[in-house]
């Protein structure tokens, strides 16, 4: 019951209590967990947790004050601010009064462009379950790809709906080994990630990492190097340099250098 009275990845605890080879953990994840529910919510937040394998990592994403509360994000910041408010308080039981939701900062970017287009591209979004198989990735490609055809001039890439269409196209292909075609798509989600996830944001850093593994494999080692550089800057605070998909980044950082044109 005590658990379940907590708002954060009450899921993820369950997963955590039931499989055998996180007991060892049990204690530890235990205490991370309830301190960790402790935190409020801000769209804006001034904290991040990341998971490093059973772990979670509280970690802050800039300066904090003595006495400041350390708040995280409770819901996917990417969103306008009335789905936000609605989903925390059907989920939370409470209305935010975070600067963001406030000043609806950046609704009008999710959702620029014709409405008739985004809201053709959020209902193909939400019939695309989890796709697994490679006949269910081909199928969700040529649907993406319609979508991008025809929307060419009615939706800019800052919204949602787009982007998600342009990050499934990336996922699909990638799932395809069609990595030219998933670089295209991934290139066009860095500045739209950047706008929505300024500062130091981990999405923003894994879909940088992503496009550099992308960037690697299409053998342009120098612009692969520049985004790893740039999702390095960003990960040293939000992972920490000790996080596995730091060392990650690190081995690719070098595989690129090795293999640079010398001179
Ligand atoms: C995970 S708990 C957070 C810790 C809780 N504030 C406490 O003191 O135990 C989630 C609950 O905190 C409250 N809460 C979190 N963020 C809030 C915010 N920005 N404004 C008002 N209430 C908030 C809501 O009641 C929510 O259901």
């Known amino acids: 019951m005590f658990l379940c009275s907590n708002g954060l990845s009450i899921e993820s605890c369950y997963i955590f209590l039931f499989a055998p080879e996180n007991f060892v953990f049990l204690k530890q994840t235990?205490?991370?967990?309830?301190?960790?529910?402790?935190?409020?919510?801000?769209?804006?937040?001034?904290?991040?947790?990341?998971?490093?394998?059973?772990?979670l990592h509280l970690?802050?994403?800039?300066?904090?004050?003595?006495?400041?509360?350390?708040?995280?994000?409770?819901?996917?910041?990417?969103?306008?601010?009335?789905?936000?408010?609605?989903?925390?308080?059907?989920?939370?039981?409470?209305?935010?009064?975070?600067?963001?939701?406030?000043?609806?900062?950046?609704?009008?970017?999710?959702?620029?462009g014709d409405e008739q287009a985004w809201k053709e591209a959020k209902e193909v979004i939400n019939t695309m379950g989890a796709s697994k198989s490679q006949e269910e990735w081909e199928q969700v490609l040529v649907k993406c790809r319609t979508l991008l055809k025809n929307n060419v001039a009615r939706l800019p890439d800052t919204n949602i709906y787009q982007l998600k269409v342009l990050d499934l196209a990336m996922d699909a292909c990638i799932n395809l080994g069609l990595l030219e075609e998933a670089l295209l798509y991934g290139n066009r989600t860095l500045e739209p990630y950047r706008f929505y996830y300024p500062g130091f944001h981990p999405l923003r850093a894994v879909q940088m990492m992503r496009v550099a593994k992308l960037q690697y494999s299409q053998d342009l080692f120098?612009?692969?190097?520049?985004?790893?550089?740039?999702?390095?800057d960003i990960m040293k605070v939000t992972h920490g340099t000790e996080h596995s998909l730091v060392c990650d980044l690190m081995m690719l950082k070098d595989d690129c250098e090795a293999s640079m044109p010398l001179g």
């Open 30 to 55: 235990l205490f991370s967990f309830l301190s960790m529910s402790l935190l409020n919510n801000s769209c804006d937040p001034n904290c991040v947790i990341v998971f490093e394998g059973p772990q």
């Open 222 to 232: 120098p612009q692969a190097l520049e985004t790893l550089k740039q999702a390095y």
């Open 59 to 112: 970690r802050a994403v800039r300066e904090i004050h003595k006495g400041e509360e350390l708040t995280i994000s409770y819901v996917e910041t990417m969103t306008p601010s009335p789905e936000r408010q609605q989903h925390l308080r059907r989920q939370y039981c409470f209305d935010c009064d975070c600067l963001m939701c406030q000043s609806r900062s950046k609704d009008a970017d999710m959702l620029a």
